[in-house]
Antibody, heavy 120, light 107 residues
Framework: QVQLQQRGAGLFKPSETLSLTCDVY????????WSWIRQPPGKGLEWIGE???????NYNPSLKSRVTISADTSKKQFSLKLTSVTAADTAVYYC??????????????WGQGTLVTVSS | DIQMTQSPSSLSASVGDRVTITCQAS??????LNWYQQKAGEVPKLLIS???RVEAGVPSRFSGSGSGTDFIFTITSLQPEDFATYYC?????????FGQGTKLEIK
């Protein structure tokens, strides 16, 4: 059974670059897309972007200018970088496996979540 | 972006009740809709994909229906462990988007 383990700092100052990594255990890395999703405190879910094992990325246009998602297939990990963070980026950040079964796409396995706070 | 609108935003119900949540898409998304359950302090859990396909291990009291722009999520005979927030999510078009959530509370 696949497990996703997130790591990275939880406190950033405005204008800094947020960086998180998600390690994948117990399952294949190839053949899947891998996503980052965030949830501001007390609010709903926002998809940030995704990457596949070949390095193909898709980003939410609302964040595209500040987001980079990368992957290291040999280490079975993928990472999120978000530049120029502000208080509006304060949220719980999740990584998630994003399999596609034909035309069906789901977020079926999630990391434990990382609360990222942006504060001076 | 496709906007997903859930109704109601919150709902009070009792154990044993039948509950219905609706999700409306701002444009036709065919059957490209999932439903997730999120309990307080926990990660979201996938319940239903492809609008009506119940995931393995999910109790049969959960169901989904609809296509195009209008979707329904139903829980028959609410159990204590079902009190949570529920989200719909479309994957028809990038960016993938979620509804604002429906918080199901105990009456």
């Amino acid at each position: 059974q696949v497990q996703l383990q997130q790591r990275g700092a939880g406190l950033f100052k405005p204008s800094e670059t947020l960086s998180l990594t998600c390690d994948v255990y117990g399952g294949s890395f190839s053949g899947y897309y891998w996503s980052w999703i965030r949830q501001p405190p007390g609010k709903g879910l926002e998809w940030i972007g995704e990457i596949n094992f070949e390095g193909t990325t898709n980003y939410n246009p609302s964040l595209k200018s500040r987001v980079t998602i990368s992957a290291d297939t040999s280490k079975k990990q993928f990472s999120l970088k978000l530049t120029s963070v502000t208080a509006a980026d304060t949220a719980v950040y999740y990584c998630a496996r994003t399999p596609r079964d034909g035309s069906i796409l789901v977020f079926d396995s999630w990391g434990q979540g990382t609360l990222v706070t942006v504060s001076s | 972006d496709i906007q997903m609108t859930q109704s109601p935003s919150s709902l009070s119900a009792s154990v044993g009740d039948r509950v219905t949540i609706t999700c409306q898409a701002s444009q036709d998304i065919r059957n490209d809709l999932n439903w997730y359950q999120q309990k307080a302090g926990e990660v979201p859990k996938l319940l239903i994909s492809d609008a009506s396909r119940v995931e393995a291990g999910v109790p049969s009291r959960f169901s989904g229906s609809g296509s195009g722009t209008d979707f329904i999520f139903t829980i028959t005979s609410l159990q204590p462990e079902d009190f949570a927030t529920y989200y719909c999510q479309q994957y028809d078009s990038l960016p993938y988007t979620f509804g604002q959530g429906t918080k199901l509370e105990i009456k």
